[in-house]
């Protein structure tokens, strides 16, 4: 059924489309709607009825994908896709700190204000990914995120420079600032980064969002983390120590969870632990989702070892759709990317391998996992509308 909608949906846009490139001066009949604009490289494209975004916007949810900003632009297909589906995005690496400033006290901010045109042509809010991480630090300030040749004054004062001068170039740009992303191991302890060892504890992380606050009080400020979605030692720690972030007023507004599923493993209590911090009068969304399975060797990654693989991913997909779409604070659910090709998967667990974790395929058609998230969202209208403002606080 929605199968057949997603056609027709494609079909009008293309007839719209053609329609517009045919009539040319004709359009501007008086009263006559002004053709829009041919889709391209960094142009607003006809948002059909049916995509994940229209489909999400009925009920205030913002559906975003991770972008790989090298495909932007300069794949038609890629680029249709991102405008099209999505209303909200996350540069999947162009903020982070090694490629913002490779060389100490030299910004290039080239490709990362790339994507944020885009976004603002396209209508889509942008969440800011990410300010303070352990990984993808330049080297002139650590290799490894653990060990560092600055001494501890230092660390922090570049770590406030970081801050303040990215957050101010983008101010008024971003949605939801990832501030500081997995301080925490699974087992619940603290991750002994060049940043808790600078501060002695985790001190750095109450700095960072207060500066952050200051250098743009508009945008939401998020913790983000991996496998806060399985109630554990993880995610208590993190819970207790937001919390505590909380009650010292420090200006954090929600928690994101990654939500990097697999197939291997049971489905998470995500409503649950979606539910239980944001009871702590935080908002929370899903940041990174994927559903990774076992696959065949290279050169066939994204193939499923076990044909049947497909129906737990279209189920692990479903019920982290749903549990979002259950809590009114969950503001914003976000794929890793869209397409097999350009995800992180195959890359990082090829041993066994895994991969076919995402709702596009190698040649970007969608999958049924993708058939299977937009009928949820049409048939979503009764779920508690959600407000996420935006840019920054409602
Ligand atoms: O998808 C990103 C990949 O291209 C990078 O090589 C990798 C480096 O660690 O980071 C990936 O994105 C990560 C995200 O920034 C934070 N959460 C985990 C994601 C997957 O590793």
Redesign the pocket.
Known sequence: MLRSALSIGLVSATVLLSGAALTGSASAEPGAAPAPPPPGPGHSAPVPADSLRALGDRIGLRIGT?V?TDELGSNAEYTRITAEQFSSVTP??VM?WQLVEPNRGTYDWAAADRLVSFAKKNKQLVRG??LV?H??LPTWLSSDGFTTTLSNNEVKAVLKKHIQDQVKHFKGDIWQWDVV??AFDDDGKPRETIWYKAWGGLGYIADAFRWAHEADPKALLFY?D?NLEFTGPKSNAVYDFVKTLKAQRVPIDGVGF?G?LDTQYGFPDLQNNLQRFADLGLKVAET?VDVRTFTEAAPNVNTPTNPLAVYAQESYWSRALKACLAVRECISFTP??FGDTY??IP??FADPQEGAALLYDADLKPKSQYYVIQQDLALAAGAPRRDGGGPGRP
């Open positions: 991770a790989n999947e690496n982070k990914h990410t991480w990984n993808q992303n997995e983000n991996y990654q990097h990174e890793w990317g995800s992180w890359g990082w």
